[in-house]
């Protein structure tokens, strides 16, 4: 779990990195090594809100969190955004762990059941991204849905390696470029929040525990895109998006276990080193599930008590220079993932993200570049 809360922490550093690593070490049983990516990715997930309201450095599924927490950054209430994330997190974890078991019975009859719909599901949601933006941005969405499909198509012949520098550069780079090309120079003073607050986190929280559910048996819709898709077509505000989505995360983390033993697929970086090292059985599935709830709620507590002192420090970091380092550390993090094709797609994708930021068009339409390639992978 300390690994996870300090990876969490770093800026571009996520659980897929942990999980990678994990998988390669010989000295510890498959088991203990499988409980290690757990824990460790569980704490990641949950630290990880920092950086992505702070700094727009977000996890594979915490890009959309990015969006919402920084605005609330710039309104000086990026504390509170923090423990509304994490008690959403919290409260669709503790839900997904009475739900997943009961998912891992149903979803091999569930997933047989909808494979030949896949193409049709996801098309239908890509249109009604596109046509459920407002009518003075609709062309701009229309443009950015396309100009998202050709980078995902582009990238289809080496699709695994640069979904990370892809998703890092539409969803959390294009927005340090924005902050610094204009001009912010220092964060506002922040209004410091005490105690999570649940009236807007525990209903949100289950609500994306039951999103998660009803998504997990369905390719290319991440953790948070149910989320987004949401907020997309009702307006929803900050708050209760920033719950919302910290609770599709958490429970996805759960019920990808559930999906890796019930249907032997696999959903997360965490899932597919598991698979690599261990055999999932319904006993160790009910274990690693309960481990990783414990490491939910240890690591949230931790949140709660430290994150007053963690963004008082950071707020005495000069912004400008700071997503600066940021565009720096992922540019360089694309690079050891896919090389100099790694580090193309994540320039590409900055680029892409910043003009769907200028453009008026919702960020949403840019998991086009994910959604048309799996469409064509099921047709």
């Not at 499988?34 to 569980?42: C, D, K, P, R």
């Not at 922040?190 to 607050?197: C, H, K, N, Y």
């Not at 998006?241 to 249907?263: D, E, K, M, P, Q």
């Not at 050891?336 to 193309?344: E, I, P, R, S, V």
């Amino acid at each position: 779990m300390i690994a996870g809360i300090i990876s969490g922490l770093a800026p571009g550093i996520h659980s897929n990195h942990i999980a990678m690593l994990a998988s390669a070490w010989n000295e510890a049983t498959p088991f203990a090594l499988a409980a290690f990516i757990v824990s460790a990715t569980t704490a990641n997930q949950v630290f990880d809100l920092i950086p992505s309201i702070f700094l727009g450095a977000p996890e594979k599924d915490q890009g959309y969190t990015t969006l919402a927490g920084h605005r609330m950054l710039l309104q000086g209430r990026a504390s509170q955004a923090i423990l509304i994330a994490a008690g959403g997190g919290l409260a669709g974890g503790i839900s997904a762990l009475a739900l997943a078991p009961l998912l891992g019975l149903i979803l091999p009859f569930i997933h047989a059941t909808l494979r030949p719909f896949i193409p049709f599901i996801l098309g239908t949601l890509l249109l009604a991204l596109i046509f459920g933006a407002e009518k003075n941005t609709r062309n701009a969405s229309l443009l950015c849905t396309l100009l998202g499909t050709l980078l995902g198509l582009a990238a289809l012949p080496r699709f695994g390696e640069l979904v990370f520098p892809i998703i890092s550069g539409l969803f959390g780079a294009s927005n340090s470029l924005q902050t610094m090309l204009a001009g912010t120079r220092k964060i506002p003073s922040q209004t410091f929040a005490r105690e999570i607050p649940w009236k807007t986190s525990l209903p949100w929280g289950i609500l994306g525990a039951g999103m998660a559910a009803l998504t997990s048996p369905l390719p290319a819709i991440s953790a948070s895109f149910s989320s987004l898709f949401l907020e997309h077509t009702t307006r929803m505000k900050d708050r209760k998006f920033l719950a919302l989505n910290a609770g599709i995360n958490s429970a996805t983390g759960i019920y990808a276990l559930a999906v890796l033993w019930s249907i032997g697929k696999t959903r997360t970086g965490s899932t597919v080193a598991i698979e690599q090292i261990l055999s999932i059985d319904a006993f160790s599935f009910m274990a690693l599930v309960l481990l990783s709830g414990t490491a939910l709620i240890l690591a949230t507590l931790l949140v709660v008590v430290f994150q007053k002192k963690i963004l008082h420090g950071l707020t005495r970091i000069p912004y400008i220079p700071l997503n600066a380092f940021m565009l720096i550390v992922l540019g360089t993090a694309s690079i050891l993932y896919a090389g100099t094709l790694g580090l193309l797609s994540f320039t590409t994708a900055t680029l892409l993200g910043y003009y769907t930021l200028q453009s008026g068009a919702k960020k949403s339409t840019q998991m086009a570049f994910l959604i048309v390639p799996t469409i064509l992978i099921y047709l």
